[in-house]
């Protein structure tokens, strides 16, 4: 064998005896085919092809995601996202014509709904179903006895109204005043619910919050009726 063939073999038996080698800092996968040296230094060798993780190699992985509090918020988020896209898209333009809400079909984002509107002569009302029983601005205000008045009707994404007020649209009201029961017997109709709310403020009467109308409620009333008459207040008066 010529130098040349002796120097071209003793390089390949290196290649091949260190081509796949690998710091004792490593962990193989499989522990059958390790071969360690018993020098302290020296490096840990392996046969080819074999699965080796670095156990001090760091990883990209967000650490967010093996925590399951982050995990929920992150689940939470993603659902609230979709259900604002969702609940954007039910979002519908609304005016008051002659006293009466009515959708206004050619106004498909709030900016131009929310412009003024010369044929109607207000400006529009962007305004979408309710989802919750909270979406809707009247939803337990009569806190005067347990109820769930003004709660949001899912069927139809529309929120429940006192008595007196004009609904716009899903969830807005129009500017007049709700009706409320045991107004001032100097009262000439029962738009009291103002007076009531000023009452409370001031600290002169015991009961809770203006005692808003709802259709159908003098059944409830009647059964709170002794927490009723504890407040000061009639339950159900002549109105």
Not at 25 to 34: A, L
């Amino acid at each position: 064998m010529t130098t040349i063939e002796q120097e071209l073999t003793n390089e390949m038996e290196k290649e091949a005896y260190t081509k796949d080698y690998y710091y004792k800092d490593q962990v193989s996968d499989n522990i059958e085919t390790d071969v360690v040296p018993n020098e302290e230094n020296s490096k840990l060798f392996q046969k080819q092809n074999t699965k080796f993780i670095d156990i001090y190699e760091r990883t990209d992985i967000d650490p967010t995601l093996l925590d399951i509090n982050s995990v929920t918020t992150k689940i939470n988020d993603k659902i609230m996202s979709i259900s604002k896209d969702k609940q954007f898209k039910n979002h519908k333009c609304f005016g008051l014509v002659n006293g009466v809400s009515k959708e206004l079909p050619y106004y498909k984002n709030p900016i131009f709904c929310k412009s003024y509107h010369p044929e109607i002569n207000q400006t529009g009302i962007w305004d979408a179903p309710c989802q919750i029983d909270n979406d809707c601005p009247f939803y337990k205000a009569n806190k005067n006895y347990p109820n769930t008045n003004g709660k949001c009707n899912k069927n139809t994404g529309i929120c429940e109204m006192p008595v007196g007020v004009i609904p716009i649209g899903f969830t807005k009201y129009g500017k007049l005043e709700p009706d409320c029961y045991n107004c001032n017997i100097t009262s000439p109709n029962n738009k009291c619910c103002g007076k009531q709310q000023e009452e409370i403020n001031k600290g002169n009467v015991n009961y809770n919050s203006p005692d808003y109308i709802f259709i159908n409620d003098e059944n409830k009333r009647k059964q709170f009726k002794e927490g009723i008459k504890s407040l000061g207040l009639k339950v159900n008066p002549s109105i």
